[in-house]
């Protein structure tokens, strides 16, 4: 389960609301906490929690949050040889809002992230190279997102690619994904095409699929069943039933669970059933990566569920 991870490391300032602030209002918070997040590292810590073996590519600025975000990777069992240091801006930084309702707004001032260059990627080649699958969000420079799947491509490595937040930029169809995992609102805005209504424009969507040299699109869709779309295939498969508590990185949970079992072997509808429940699980405590479960307690979810985990590399 050889995994590479390119991605965003941030520090989470996170503030507990009664309601969301609506344009020019403010609000008081009930509660504020500091918590380690980004999407590319909330993905890692999720695969490395579901037993992969993780790299981490990424950049921090030379700072005190820096470094301990570096030590914190390590101290799950990521490899994080990759992460490099700048000194032209500080480390990351998100501010999220969550609400009583566990809905959540969230705004990131990119600071090292920004510094992520193609060069930096290019040096890190060989981990990319070697790897079983080649994990990517768009919280860093497009112009890197788009070089390191360029090498991965070249390498045959399959790249599975979380496009949020959504923007402009990256060259659809130009390279290949594996797959893309997206939800509804993305998946959306990709293809133009309504989700809700995709069973019955499924031969537009696998068009579409092809014309973007796509094997595979993932559509998360909270506690609604997950959507999992081929050029041969169609499938609807059940979320976990939860009562949620904070919602802040379950797409991070979801997708590092999905890329961990498919760079162990697993089959595509065993991995998801995997991402299902880690995503769901994700939700039931506050924070991104505190909230992660591990395998042992996704695969005691899937048995709540009357599923029987998956065997390794099934």
Known sequence: MRLVVIGSLNVDYIASVKRLPGPGETVAATGLIRRFGGKGANQAVAAARQGASVSMIACVGNDDAGRSYCSRLRAEGINAAGVTATNRAMTGTALIAVDQAAENSIIVAAGANGELTPAAIRAQEDQIRSASMLLLQFEIPMPTVIEAVRIANKASIPVALNPSPLRDGFPWGKWELDTLIANAGEAQAIFGLPVERLPKTLA?????????????????????????????DYLEIPTLKVKPVDTVGAGDAFAG??????????????????????????????????????????????????????????
């Not at 995503?279 to 979810?301: C, D, F």
Request: charge should be positive; hydrophobic fraction near 40%; glycine fraction near 6%.
């Open 204 to 232: 537009r969507w696998q068009k579409t699929l092809v014309r973007r040299r796509i094997s595979r699109l993932i559509i998360t869709r909270g506690a609604q069943s997950t959507l999992c779309l081929s050029a041969a």
């Open 257 to 314: 669970a999905f890329a961990a079992h498919r760079a162990g072997g697993s089959e595509v509808l065993d991995a998801i059933r995997y991402a299902n429940c880690a995503g769901a699980m994700a939700t039931l405590k506050a924070g991104a990566q505190e909230a992660i479960p591990n395998r042992k307690l996704t695969e005691r979810s899937l048995l709540t569920k009357g599923q029987r985990p998956p065997r390794p590399n099934a």
